[in-house]
């Protein structure tokens, strides 16, 4: 689905969009990727981002077994180069709050945006705000359930950016164990922000209920089919 506008509009949409790597990862088109959570039990794992050709866009290393402790995360591209940090902020406070760095943060660096806990209604509810700092009046809302991978951004104008969903195994139609999700990026919104938020919901939701659901589905690990499958 591509977006529709005028070529003076378009520009405009798209600048406003570019939050971490100076438009490499806004598109005119409307992107799914495929997000795989790697194991929670050894070193070195985290997140690896699938576009709809089963290539690796984004990735997130050295998760741990002790991710909960973890005060920092970098969102890397497939070689390897930071583009975009998540830092706890330090101060105590009833939300939860995070700071997001273009590239690697380093002592003294201001945050491009911030993230925080807007409900405290239960660890499930996402109720989550996002103020970009570069914009005074560029703000996003995140609704949802995380831990159930269901979750919408919103802009100001309760437009929707991207979303959060489970996948489904298009041979079987089993829902995919929950490791693994799709993002869908709206035109013109940066993807990279998008999984920034992406990893700062998992740790605010946590994963307690990835596997207590009331009703349970059989769990499906995704094949290539499934990385090109929307």
Known sequence: MTLCMDSNSA???MK???VVQDGNYVFKEEIHYTVLKTSLFFSGDGFTVYDCHGQVVFRVDSYGPDSRGVDELILM???GCCLLTVRRKQRPSMHQRWEGFKGERIDGDKPTFSVKRSMMIG???AGVTVEVYDNQHEEYHIEGCFSQRCCTVFNAKKETMAEIYRKVDPTTGNLLGKEVFSLCVKPGFDAAFAMGFVLVL???SGDDSINDDATSEPTVHPTVEDYEDK
């Open 202 to 204: 998992d740790h605010i």
């Open 16 to 18: 406003e969009g570019i």
């Open 11 to 13: 520009t405009e949409k």
């Open 123 to 125: 660890r499930q509810r």
């Open 77 to 79: 591209n497939p070689q």
